[in-house]
């Protein structure tokens, strides 16, 4: 794989100087360009038709700095830039204000050399939000690659790549109801005791593509458990890596099921266990962490964006937000009013994403359901802060 499957932060000189010595040649997933992007409309679009080029096929990688010769890579001659920041902005702002929709995922790396000059290492993920179009300048171009470069779509292959595109999004969708449906059935990995659960899934666009498989072994050195677990049970099982907390042998509170394809599910019920009440800090608190944890074994398999998040309440009917003695009676705290809260999906661009952040609105919907506005959780700036209020928390 093209420079051993490293992160691109970790490529540096040594790395470019493989290519040259395996001779690596430009095609699908690789292009060399001796000169940086220049301002001028034409270099501008096709530096667009490059980016969306990739993007449309299989990604790849953009290379600026690299002398080539019928394509393949000669020398490192690496450039001149004295503001190598103000440079990566142009760049991002070329590709954000000259592509639809926004390609997620995109990394403008800087690499400095031994001379002292620099690579400009672009790498542009395979998108799932298909096709993508360069609009600058009302272009309106579409654009894929094969082993010969980059070409122009035609009529059928951009109505292909709709069609994908579409279709990810269902199988999605059909993904999550199957798998809640087998939980509610008590078709699990593991039994779960018979009340509210919260079910947690990440699901990466990728994992549909049929050649997608991860080394799950990689996570033994450091397993992560499930919501509001440290140190659990692990077994291999016909999905992938299964990680469990036991309360005896016949029932557990929780798992996290880590499929092979990089979806992770993770099913939780104690924090749902007292008094048909969801506790207003702890169930938000417990989430926030597990994501962050989850996220960072998915970065370690090598899961890239985008990825879905997706958290759902099972069997909750009844169910109310268990808030403190001040807050308990002010007539705003009502019962769930079905059995199942199927909260709509979100889609992160990069698994650095701050969880407090992007889960406010989910966290928002599960309050609205018991007749609150918001979560009280956060503050008046929209920052995550259960000190600020003395919420029930277990």
Do not use: C
């Amino acid at each position: 794989m093209l420079f051993g499957n490293k992160e691109i932060k970790n490529i540096d000189e040594s790395d470019l100087q493989s290519l040259i010595d395996d001779q690596v040649s430009e095609g699908k997933i690789i292009d060399y360009k001796e000169e940086i992007v220049g301002n001028a409309d034409n270099d501008k679009k096709e530096f667009l038709a490059d980016v969306s080029s990739f993007s449309n096929s299989s990604g790849g990688y953009l290379i600026y700095g690299i002398k080539e010769s019928n394509g393949l890579p000669t020398e490192i001659v690496g450039l001149d830039i004295s503001n190598i920041d103000a440079e990566i902005n142009r760049l991002e702002n070329i590709i954000r204000d000259g592509i639809e929709p926004r390609i997620p995922g995109i990394i403008v790396q800087s690499i400095k050399l031994q001379t002292l000059k620099t690579i400009i290492l672009i790498h542009i993920p395979r998108s799932w939000a298909l096709p993508h179009m360069v609009t600058f300048k009302g272009a309106s171009r579409f654009f894929s690659r094969n082993s010969g470069g980059k070409y122009p779509l035609d009529v059928n292959e951009i109505r292909t790549l709709f069609t994908v595109s579409s279709t990810l999004v269902q199988n999605i969708k059909n993904f999550r109801i199957e798998r809640l449906s087998k939980i509610v059935s008590q078709e699990t990995p593991l039994s779960l005791a018979k009340i509210g659960k919260i079910v947690l899934h990440i699901i990466p666009f990728t994992s549909f593509d049929p050649t997608i498989r991860f080394d799950l072994n990689i996570l033994r050195s450091n397993l992560p458990g499930p919501i509001g677990t440290t140190l659990p049970d692990y077994r291999f099982n016909f999905d992938g890596l299964l990680t469990y907390f036991a309360d005896n042998v016949s029932n557990h509170s929780s798992y996290l099921q880590i499929f092979n394809n990089g979806i992770i599910e993770a099913a939780e019920s104690y924090l749902l266990s007292y008094d048909n009440g969801i506790p207003a800090v702890a169930y938000e608190k417990e989430l926030i962490t597990a994501i962050s944890k989850f996220l960072k074994a998915q970065k370690k398999l090598g899961v890239s964006a985008p990825i879905v998040i997706a958290l759902s309440l099972v069997d909750v009917s009844g169910y109310h937000m268990t808030v403190d003695n001040s807050q308990r009676y002010s007539g705003k705290n009502h019962q769930i009013d079905r059995d199942s809260l199927i909260i709509p999906e979100i889609v992160l661009d990069d698994l650095d994403s701050e969880p407090t952040e992007f889960m406010k609105p989910i966290f928002d919907t599960i309050w609205n359901a018991t007749g609150w506005e918001k979560s009280l959780n956060y503050d008046e700036h929209g920052k995550w802060n259960s000190g600020n209020w003395s919420g029930f928390l277990r």
